[in-house]
């Protein structure tokens, strides 16, 4: 996924010589509280949060280029870098939106945090069911059945509980990858555990080859 796929293309700007307090009602009004400060040509020359606002208030500043950060002082990134990228640069630098450019330095976009919760929060969402779909058809010539059979073993192995593959099978219809995560003790533990199953599933196959 790209960062293009991720970010917001219809989002508020404001230019340097636009008026302090018509910027501060327009974010007000539409609710946004970061914005980019572009040029003509939409080229990003600064950046604004609703802080800078308050503060260019108490001090009487008339224009957003006296209260604007400079673009040394800006995070950003390329519209084709990886949304991964986005979502480290997030949380690295504790930002509620960054500034997505094309190859001319034009802003084209902003990530904002909301965005990033929401495509981790459907994310989660996806069910189990649709992940060991996926396994099925990477693991050429391994059935459905035999995959269950394999994730029972080493479901039994790892919490020393007796489950069937029909059990398996009707847990991972009704869980989500979420439910997933928390049950496993995290997505690190998870994704050991596809492993192993996907490993376990291949050698019995093998094995039965072999017979």
């Not at 979420?178 to 291949?202: M, P, Q, R, Y």
Request: glycine share 6%; proline share 1%.
């Amino acid at each position: 996924m790209r960062v293009k796929e991720l970010m917001d293309s219809n989002f508020n700007y404001v230019l340097a010589a636009d008026d302090l307090i018509e910027v501060s009602i327009n974010m007000e009004n539409h609710r946004f509280f970061t914005a980019p400060v572009v040029d003509d040509n939409k080229k990003l020359v600064g950046w604004i949060t609703s802080l800078d606002i308050t503060r260019g208030l108490r001090e009487n500043v008339s224009t957003i280029e006296g209260i604007m950060h400079s673009t040394d002082e800006i995070i950003s990134i390329n519209a084709n870098e990886t949304a991964r990228l986005a979502v480290l640069k997030t949380s690295e630098y504790k930002l509620l939106s960054i500034p997505v450019l094309n190859d001319d330095n034009q802003v084209v976009g902003v990530v904002k945090f909301s965005d990033i919760l929401n495509t981790f929060s459907k994310l989660y969402e996806i069910k189990v069911y649709k992940i060991f779909k996926a396994m099925e058809s990477e693991l050429k010539g391994v059935s459905w059945d035999e995959l269950m059979e394999a994730s029972a073993i080493v479901t039994r192995r790892r919490t020393g509980k007796k489950v069937t593959a029909e059990q398996y099978e009707n847990n991972i219809h009704n869980a989500t990858f979420g439910e997933a995560i928390w049950a496993t003790g995290g997505l690190e533990k998870f994704f050991v555990g596809l492993i192993a199953i996907g490993e376990l599933v291949l050698a019995r196959k093998v094995g039965n080859a072999r017979k």
